[in-house]
């Protein structure tokens, strides 16, 4: 997945580290907290897409293993998972001049009976997902 967003923030998020009782960076707490993240402060968006702070975290926790990379400030930042938990901290990997960020996933077959992707369906709601947000929708889903 990618988005090419402002990027998600990777300093230590304060009130998060404090209710955790250890340091926890604000990339941590949107992959491995619900509903946590800027979407909910209504001076952030205008319009936002989504799952309402629960897409990616689900996405981690459902995962073998996870790679979130963040292009913010000029750098790239890397963290992995873990079947949604963190195996280290949030590392500078690199230089950037774009802000964005990009996760890699493997799903975790643990208890799930089809892990056979139907890209008709993806497809699909990409596309449901994508048009109340763009007014040109066939220049992004083209067939």
């Not at 960076?25 to 402060?41: A, C, H, I, P, Q």
């Not at 750098?75 to 990009?102: D, L, N």
């Amino acid at each position: 997945m990618e988005d090419d967003g402002r990027g998600i923030p990777v300093e230590r998020h304060e009130q998060l580290s404090a209710e955790e009782g250890r340091d926890m960076s604000t990339l941590e707490g949107v992959m491995v907290k619900l509903k946590f993240g800027g979407k909910f402060d209504k001076d952030s968006y205008k319009t936002s897409g989504g799952l309402h702070g629960v897409g990616v975290t689900v996405v981690n926790f459902l995962s073998q293993w996870c790679e979130v990379q963040v292009c913010r400030d000029g750098h790239v930042y890397q963290q992995e998972y873990e079947r949604g938990v963190p195996t280290g901290p949030v590392k500078k990997i690199g230089h950037h001049h774009q802000a964005r960020h990009e996760d890699d996933v493997q799903a975790d077959a643990t208890g799930l009976s089809n892990t056979k992707y139907q890209f008709d369906i993806l497809y699909k709601r990409l596309q449901e997902l994508a048009f109340p947000l763009n007014k040109r929708r066939a220049d992004f889903f083209p067939r």
